[in-house]
Structures are given as structure tokens and as C-alpha cells.
């Protein structure tokens, strides 16, 4: 199937009002607060328009539990600073562990392991293990606003540790088994964990990998942990720590209450990348994280009782606490840990198909990677109904495929967030199309724009992405700042509007697509290009296998150095250079002709897949790597080598090219 960027492969069907669950909120609205509205474009505008009936309607459709006696709905809408529902007193795990009106010995989680067997536990089992976990915590001294922290695969133990401290109001924190020991202790060493859960190893694949020597050092560098707690995965035994299945066989009396927080209370502490500076520990509060993932995963992903949801994440990615919120909507949840590509591109798929999933989350990367592949999912028995994706840009090529796939009764529901509000900005829903190579809309209450320098909005060229009206689940704050790094981060541009760090088209009707990163832009003589334009066309092209573009600005005002590292199946020779110079000249524009083009052994990215642009740029500029980057964060440490080497001649080029100027 041959698309074209914007054109419509999948529309609302006509009883959508009345078979989604975003469909029964308009019905809800009406009937109960006599709010008439028919169409996304008018419930987007409502929602922003009027945020307090908006969230309060949240609240009320979802019954929410309410233990205090709420005096405002938003009291104060600055930004930041922002005081949502004052009086209030909620916890998201009685929330996430309450009666979704589903049987309790249907199953809530389905734990996919390559280190163990299947592990399912039903609704009657994790409210068990959740409530035996409480009084083990307890027991282990923890009390409400301690911090808990998992150095963890994704497991269902490490959901049982994260709902049992919340239950007790205290704060979750997890980092990825994957990340190595400066990695962690950036990020633990933060928040000061008195309890600290690991695993002493697992299995990727086929392949066997031993972290109890990491776990010592990560121990040994972190005075505030009490107790070391190993949930004993695979044949690994951490020494002398705490068997964390002996400590829920040895209670007797279980908590099965939760305890009741305010609405900013602190829940979590996620992570920002670090691939660009010390990691920021982002805290998110019980009643933002509960009432946006209540929005997010009904009104746009439509989960609900007897949904399957499969997406696979590690605990040190905020789609973590989007899986596990699965649970707020009374969805059953699939963990995954292994390898995400073994036996072969199809596990995930098999997966989906054996555990029933509902609603799938496939990376852009993964997408596109099963097309490259030639696979072909139409004899799967899959009950997929919603696609989801996020993290890069998806080609319009990567829609195509999935409709051919999955066929029109799946809606591919594209969005983008992050991590700084542990959800999505703009994104799809039941009552919206899709747009191949767009993203169908702005996300319900999230008041959304495009601005260029001057803080004029925009339309149909880019823009700094911001949120010009509070969200609950902004960032309660930094941990440990006083609140300068968070006004410098999302503040510093925009006065009391959040810029969120993306380049972003919006089109006329709220249709959009994110470019890349804008502090990885590309001005080329005045003119702005998006990375993400860039990777569409070489990615396509024959033997190219991932690539990466960086603008080294020239300050003396001319057009710098456009660089294009390519990796490739086979090496980069000039025919291929040509190849890819004449598909950016013609499906692009002759300023998107780089000036250089590099071979590499490998695009350095993120644990999440992200490519690493800015730390790149950085490297070719001079910066000592260990400056940008850590290597613990990265996918392949070994990724960054070919461009530290280069770092001398991308120098001198440049040098070379402003002596020819001058």
C-alpha cells in the first residue's frame, strides 16, 4: 500500500458514541452535567477551556475514592506551582486495587519471562501479595515518604513492591537491570532509598547475564538503603540480602487498607534520560498520575474491565507506569522482560495473540523493523483493537503496514508526551482518524500549541511545543531542588508556559507531527528542519539500517556543517552517498543535502531507543563524552567510540570551511 503523509486510513465508526468508553463519557456529560457535546474538537475545547468541570468530571465518572473534603478543583493555576484539589485525600493503589466490577479470579497480570516460567497472578492474588507486601515494608521500617526504589526487571514483583509503598505513602522509584552502577546511583543516590529491591541477574535471550557484581557497587555507594531485598529471579542469589518471597510468606497479618494522601502527596520519582547532563528526578503525586492515566488509558487508549494491555517497557521508562496503570481502568496487564527481538520479531506478536491483548504498544523502531523484515502477522489470531505507539516519529510507511497487518478494524493510536508528565500531549482517540505520518490530535485537557521565538502561536510551519494551561500531572517538582532547575528546564522561554523540549507542526484542524527534539533543530540558513524528516528518507532507502543528523552552527553566520552518520548493511560507499544525497534533494529540499556523509558502525540511542543528537553534536563540537553522556545509559556503550574519534576531524572541517569564509 503506497500512502502519502496526511492521508486518512482509518475514521470513527458510526456507533463510536456508544461502544467507547470516551463515547460514554459524552453520554455522561450530558446526562450529568448537562454538558452537549459531539466531537473531539468540542470536547478538547471544553476541556481546556474549563479544566476545573473537566478534571472534577474525571473524577466523578471515574469514582474516584475521596477520604477528605475537596474546597477547590484547581485553586491556583499558575504554572509552575499549580494546587490542584485541595482537601482531598485519595491513594492510586486503592484505586488501582479497588472493585473494576471484574471477577477476582480473573487475571490481572500476566508476568512474560525469558529467565522463568509464565508467572499469571489474579486480582485476588496481587491484592494479596500487595497487602502481605505493605506489612513486609512496614515491618522493614518504612513509613510514608520513605523512598522504595527496584533495580529490577520488569516483573510482577516489581509491581507488588511499587502498589505496597504506595499504599503506605511511600515514594516508588526503579531504575532498569540493564543500566550500569553510575547510572543508578545518579539517579538513586538523588532520592536516598531506605529500602532498595534487586535482582542478581536474567536472561536476555539466550544469553545468561550476572549483576551481582553490580549490585554490590550500586549497595556500597548508597549509605541511605537499609535493607537489600532480592526477589531471587533465575538462578542469581544476591549475598546477604533479604528473600523477598520469605518476607511475604512470613506475614501474618497482611495491611490490606491503604493510607490516605493528599492529592499532591509524592507517588513516584521517574528519571529524565541523563544523555544530556545529571539525570532530573521528576516527582509525580498520587492524584495527577491517577487522574491523567484514568483519562489517558480509557478516554484514549478506551481500556476498560476485560481489556489486555501489552506493551513492552523496562522499569526505568515512564510507558512503566503507563502499563501498570492499566490496572486504575480494571485492565489486565502483560510484563515483559527479554530480549524484545527472541527468539525473533514475531515473539512480541505471539505474545499479543496468546495473552489476548486488547491494546499493543509497538515502538516506531519495532514497527518499522517488523516491516523491514517482511513479516506477516495475518495468520495471528490477534484481538488487538488499538495499536499504540510513541517515543520517535512513525513514517507513513510504518501506518501502511500495520493496516495491511492488522487490517481497518485497528485503530493505530500515535502520540507523544514524555517522561516529564508521565503521559501523552497529543495523541489519537476513539473519535478521531488517522492521519498516515500524523499524530490525529491534542491530547483531552492538555491546551497545547506551537510557538515560534517571540511566543506567537503557529500554524503549518514549526514551533517550540508548549502547554500554555496546568495539568495535573505536571511535576509536583525536582527532588532536592528548590525550584530554580525546574523553572529553568520547562519555564526559562515562555514565562509561566511550559515548553517541553519538542519541534512540532500543528495543521489547521489539530492534526500534527513532531519533528524532533529543538534543541536538536537544524537551522540551516535561517531555515528550521526536523531531524525526524531526515531519518524517513535515508531509513528507507536499500542497506541503510539507522542514521543520525547533526547542524554544527557555524557562529560566525554562515551555514555551518549538516552532517549525516549513516550505519549500513554492507559499508557506505559512493554509490550509496549518491543514493541517499539525491533522495534528501528531491523528497525533502536541496538545504536537507548534508554537507558530509558518514559511515558508522552503529547510531548510539538511549535504553528507550532514542537516538542520542544532542550528546553527538556535543562530541563533534569538542565536549569530553563522559560530559554529555553516561555510557550506562546508552543501548551499546560501544555505539558513541566512532563519533568520539571523529570529534578531531569534524573540528578541523569546520575550522576549515570558516577560514575559507573569512
Not at 476545573?52 to 478543583?73: C, I, K, L, P, Y
Not at 478516554?299 to 496503570?325: E, I, K, Q, R
Request: charged share 20%.
Amino acid at each position: 500500500m503506497s500512502v502519502q503523509t496526511g492521508d486518512v486510513l482509518w475514521r470513527p465508526p458510526a456507533d463510536v458514541v456508544e461502544t467507547t468508553h470516551v463515547g460514554q463519557f459524552l453520554t455522561w456529560l450530558s446526562e450529568n452535567r448537562g454538558v452537549d457535546l459531539r466531537d473531539h474538537d468540542a470536547l478538547w475545547r471544553w476541556s481546556v477551556d474549563d479544566l476545573e468541570g473537566f478534571w472534577s468530571a474525571v473524577w466523578d465518572f471515574f469514582d474516584v475514592t475521596d477520604h477528605g473534603e475537596r474546597t477547590a478543583v484547581l485553586a491556583e493555576r499558575t504554572m509552575p506551582g499549580a494546587v490542584w484539589f485541595p482537601g482531598s485525600l485519595l491513594n492510586y493503589a486503592e484505586q488501582a486495587l479497588g472493585d473494576h466490577g471484574v471477577p477476582e479470579d480473573a487475571v490481572a497480570v500476566m508476568g512474560r519471562s525469558q529467565t522463568r516460567p509464565d508467572l499469571d497472578l489474579t486480582w485476588r492474588d496481587l491484592r494479596e501479595q500487595v497487602a502481605r507486601a505493605r506489612r513486609a515494608l512496614v515491618d522493614l521500617g518504612v513509613r510514608s515518604g520513605d523512598r522504595v526504589a527496584g533495580y529490577l526487571p520488569n516483573t510482577p514483583e516489581a509491581l507488588v513492591a511499587f502498589l505496597a509503598a504506595a499504599g503506605l505513602g511511600a515514594v516508588w522509584t526503579s531504575c532498569a537491570i540493564e543500566f550500569g552502577p553510575r547510572s543508578v546511583v545518579d539517579r538513586f543516590g538523588q532520592v536516598e532509598p531506605a529500602v532498595l529491591l534487586v535482582a542478581g541477574g536474567y536472561q536476555y535471550g539466550g544469553k545468561p547475564i550476572d549483576r551481582r557484581d553490580q549490585v554490590a557497587e550500586i549497595v556500597a555507594e548508597l549509605p541511605s538503603v537499609r535493607h537489600v531485598v532480592d526477589i531471587e529471579y533465575g538462578d542469581w542469589r544476591v549475598p546477604s540480602a533479604t528473600s523477598w518471597h520469605e518476607l511475604l510468606e512470613q506475614v501474618t497479618e497482611p495491611i490490606h487498607h491503604t493510607t490516605a494522601v493528599p492529592f499532591d502527596h509524592p507517588l513516584v520519582v521517574l528519571f529524565s534520560s541523563g544523555t544530556t547532563g545529571k539525570p532530573k528526578a521528576i516527582v509525580h503525586g498520587h492524584g495527577g498520575i491517577t487522574l491523567e492515566h484514568l483519562k489517558n488509558h480509557a478516554l484514549s487508549w478506551d481500556l476498560g474491565p476485560g481489556d489486555v494491555m501489552l506493551w513492552y517497557s523496562t522499569t526505568a521508562w515512564m510507558m512503566w507506569n503507563a502499563l501498570v496503570s492499566g490496572l486504575l481502568v480494571g485492565a489486565s496487564i502483560v510484563m515483559i522482560d527479554g530480549d524484545p527481538a527472541y527468539p525473533d520479531l514475531a515473539w512480541q506478536w505471539r505474545l499479543a495473540e496468546e495473552t489476548g491483548a486488547t491494546l499493543m504498544g509497538a515502538s516506531p523502531g519495532f514497527v518499522m523493523a517488523c516491516r523491514a523484515a517482511g513479516l506477516d502477522l495475518r495468520d495471528l489470531d490477534l484481538k488487538i483493537r488499538v495499536l499504540g505507539s510513541a517515543g520517535s516519529p512513525l513514517p507513513p510507511e510504518g501506518y501502511a503496514w500495520i493496516g495491511e497487518q492488522l487490517g481497518s478494524r485497528v485503530q493505530l493510536n500515535v502520540g507523544s508526551g514524555g517522561t516529564d508528565v508521565c503521559s501523552g500531549l497529543v495523541q489519537n482517540n476513539p473519535l478521531l482518524p488517522v492521519r498516515a505520518g500524523m499524530i490525529s490530535g491534542r491530547a483531552l485537557a492538555v491546551d497545547v500549541h506551537a510557538y515560534d521565538e517571540a511566543g506567537r502561536e503557529v500554524t503549518g510551519e514549526p514551533g517550540e511545543l508548549v502547554v500554555t494551561s496546568p495539568m495535573p500531572s505536571m511535576p509536583l517538582g525536582l527532588w532536592g531542588d528548590d525550584g530554580t532547575r525546574l523553572r529553568d528546564t520547562y519555564f526559562d522561554t515562555y514565562p509561566g508556559i511550559w515548553r517541553h523540549g519538542d519541534w512540532i507542526v500543528f495543521e489547521a484542524d489539530g492534526s500534527c507531527v513532531v519533528t524532533g527534539r529543538s534543541d536538536a533543530t537544524l537551522n540551516r540558513g535561517g531555515v528550521r528542519l526536523g531531524t525526524a524528516e531526515f531519518y524517513r528518507v535515508v531509513e528507507e532507502l536499500p542497506r541503510v539500517t539507522d542514521s543520525l543528523v547533526v547542524h554544527l552552527e557555524d557562529l560566525a553566520g554562515g551555514n555551518g556543517q549538516l552532517i549525516l552518520f549513516v550505519a549500513t548493511d554492507g559499508g557506505l560507499d559512493e554509490a550509496l552517498t549518491s543514493t541517499i544525497r539525491s533522495a534528501l534533494r528531491t523528497g525533502l529540499s536541496p538545504r536537507h543535502v548534508p554537507d558530509r556523509i558518514v559511515g558508522v558502525p552503529a547510531v548510539p540511542r538511549n535504553l528507550t531507543g532514542k537516538k542520542l543528537e544532542l550528546p553527538v553534536k556535543r562530541i563533534l563540537q569538542g565536549t569530553a563524552a563522559s560530559e554529555v553522556v553516561s555510557r550506562d545509559a546508552l543501548a551499546d556503550p560501544s555505539a558513541l567510540d566512532a563519533f568520539i574519534a571523529l570529534a578531531p576531524d569534524a573540528m578541523q572541517q569546520h575550522d576549515q570551511n570558516r577560514g575559507v569564509r573569512a
